[in-house]
């Protein structure tokens, strides 16, 4: 009986191990990252450069950033819907990139924000301007 009961622990053990494996084929976690940013920022360059989603420019524009972004990071269209469809069966590890871009994202804004200089509302008399609070 405890020899049964030592393979159950041992199949289950591996069964859980192999649960979060990415497959060979399958691009890591870091270089879907990269792809992803990169079509984030493709996909709002596109949007924002044509007014009409519905011109016949618009589509062609995406796809040819696309294959730029593709070329870029070394891969191909079909490598990478192929990792989309396997981290969208994977919520758990397709967290973990979506995490990441929301990081990258907020460390983006965050420069964008330091980078920015204030500006001094001078048009406001002196003497009606808001006084900074105290601290008691």
């Not at 084929?25 to 270089?31: F, P």
């Not at 995406?62 to 990071?73: C, D, M, P, T």
Request: charged share 25%; aromatic share 12%.
């Amino acid at each position: 009986m405890k020899i049964i009961y030592f393979i159950l622990v041992v199949f289950f053990s591996a069964a859980c191990s192999q649960k979060n494996k990415i497959p060979q084929r399958i691009l890591s976690q870091e270089k879907m990252r990269f792809i992803m940013w990169d079509i984030i920022r493709a996909d709002e360059y596109a949007n924002n450069f044509f007014e009409d989603k519905s011109e016949p420019g618009f589509e062609q524009e995406k796809a040819i950033l696309y294959e730029q972004i593709f070329k870029l990071h070394s891969t191909k269209a079909e490598v990478f819907k192929k990792s989309l469809a396997f981290y969208e069966a994977n919520p758990n590890l397709l967290k973990v990139v979506i995490d990441s871009l929301r990081s990258n994202e907020r460390r983006v804004l965050m420069e964008q924000y330091n980078t920015s200089t204030p500006t001094t509302d001078t048009s406001l008399p002196e003497k009606s301007r808001p006084k900074p609070a105290q601290v008691n």
